[in-house]
């Protein structure tokens, strides 16, 4: 029988000197904070950077036919591909981040996020080896979604057991922050890049952004190496209390909230729908804005994401996960509505205003706070692999749904209600899910996944 080991939010022993400990917690509280940012961000770079050059410039490079439909129709799948790859990297990703720790996972998703990245810029187009540039093109975007299988799921984890009761919503929400802020750079990276004449854009600028991963490789060292495990892992660790299958033990134990999750991840298509399938539709013949115009709205509505997101997560902190995540999605499933009326119409008032409210308010009711609700129903042993794999189970749909929205999107001026309709529909049950799962946020963290008290 194996010793038991106090829970790290146990009272300090005899001995102990608690104000030094109460500080060196807070102090690593603030660094896995800020590692979780900046890892984020630097991996959600390279993640939709390829989604900006998936809806502008992929279908002539890599996939050139007779119909520009067909041609971006296939270049979005296989930004869909990156969402394919997530499940598998959530699996195997989870296993080791429950089995050897969080933060050598956490090391090696930024790695493999920048070397896929870096793959991409160096690739030969279609007209220069044919068929093997789509088929090397997915390839390396497996590597991406692989990557972000993982990422979400370590920064999170790691995150909230470093936290302090009581503000966990808030300190884990700084993962999604900087998934923002990546959003961001993505956008302002691609703004001049989408400005060059079209030759030196098809030639080499498109290039440009997949290049600038090579200092992701870099930052993904610096940033993260000085991390510590958390205590939660290393208390699992020394009562020799880890399950040798995490995902056997996950599925034999909580396999519900594995499908709660899942099903409270699609909230993730109001994200894919707005950034890529919205760029493309806004940009092509049927509305005819220009690329720079439509990058600038997103720069908007990520901007206030930036801050709407923390503010989220802290409201949810005092409240509840449930309320404010119920809210966020149904009021998703409005504005998505209103964001393609107004991008039909072709204003730019109207347009920033839906995506700001959309994008950067409402979503991010539901964005601040999947890192700690999805981390918090499960148990420590399973909670890498029960993140990863409900919730990127679930963000396979937000991966295709771009390519879904042209596929079912309708003729003339309201052709987008069919592709607004999906996606309100995924919001709706989001919203159903989440009223199905537990409320989370008072739980001490040595009690998060165990059964509910019988009363």
């Not at 104000?19 to 991996?43: D, H, N």
């Not at 109207?350 to 999947?370: E, F, H, P, Q």
């Amino acid at each position: 029988m194996s010793t038991p080991v106090p829970s790290p939010t146990a009272s300090p022993q005899p001995g102990a000197r608690p104000a030094r400990r109460a500080a060196g917690a807070s102090a690593q509280t603030r660094k896995a904070a800020l590692a979780a940012f900046l890892g984020s961000m630097l991996e959600y770079y390279d993640f939709f950077i390829y989604g900006s050059a998936a809806a502008l410039v992929f279908p002539t490079l890599f996939f050139p036919s007779g119909s520009p439909a067909v041609g971006t129709v296939s270049a979005l799948a296989t930004f869909g591909v990156g969402y394919a790859a997530r499940p598998l990297g959530g699996i195997v990703l989870g296993h080791f981040g429950d089995k050897v720790g969080r933060k050598k996972v956490m090391i090696l998703t930024l790695l493999l996020m920048g070397v896929s990245s870096l793959t991409v810029g160096l690739l030969p187009t279609y007209r220069q080896v044919g068929i093997a540039a789509p088929v090397l093109l997915v390839l390396a975007r497996l590597g991406q979604g692989m990557s972000a299988g993982g990422e979400a799921a370590g920064a999170s984890t790691l995150t909230l057991e470093h936290s302090p009761e009581g503000r966990r919503g808030f300190f884990t929400s700084f993962a999604m922050s900087g998934t923002m802020a990546g959003i961001l750079l993505a956008n302002f990276v691609f703004i001049p890049v989408a400005a060059l004449p079209e030759k030196q854009l098809m030639s080499w600028g498109w290039r440009i952004p997949f290049w600038l991963s090579i200092v992701m490789i870099v930052l993904a060292y610096l940033v993260r190496r000085r991390l510590e495990e958390t205590p939660v892992f290393e208390a699992e660790t020394a009562g020799e209390e880890l399950p040798p299958l995490p995902l056997a033990h996950l599925f034999r134990t909580q396999w519900a909230d594995v499908l709660k999750v899942l099903f409270a991840s699609l909230f993730a298509v109001f994200q894919t729908v707005f950034m890529v399938f919205g760029l493309a539709y806004a940009t092509s013949e049927a509305v005819g804005l220009p690329r720079s115009t439509m990058l600038w709205v997103s720069v908007a509505a990520n901007a206030v994401a930036v801050a709407a997101v923390p503010a989220s997560a802290a409201l949810s902190d005092r409240v509840g996960r449930r309320p404010v995540w119920i809210t966020a999605a149904l009021s998703c499933a409005v504005l998505v509505c209103a964001y393609f009326w107004a991008v039909s119409t072709g204003s730019l008032t109207l347009i920033v205003l839906a995506a700001v409210l959309l994008n950067g308010v409402a979503y991010s009711g539901m964005n601040g706070l999947w890192p700690a609700y999805f981390s918090e129903l499960f148990a420590a042993r399973v909670r890498y692999s029960g993140f990863a794999v409900g919730s990127q189970f679930g963000f396979l749909l937000a991966g295709f749904a771009p390519a879904i929205g042209f596929a079912i999107m309708g003729d003339g001026v309201t052709g987008w209600v069919p592709v607004a309709l999906f996606a309100a529909a995924c919001g709706v049950v989001s919203a159903v899910a989440v009223l199905t799962a537990r409320e989370t946020h008072k739980i001490p963290l040595a009690d998060l996944g165990k059964p509910l008290p019988r009363h």
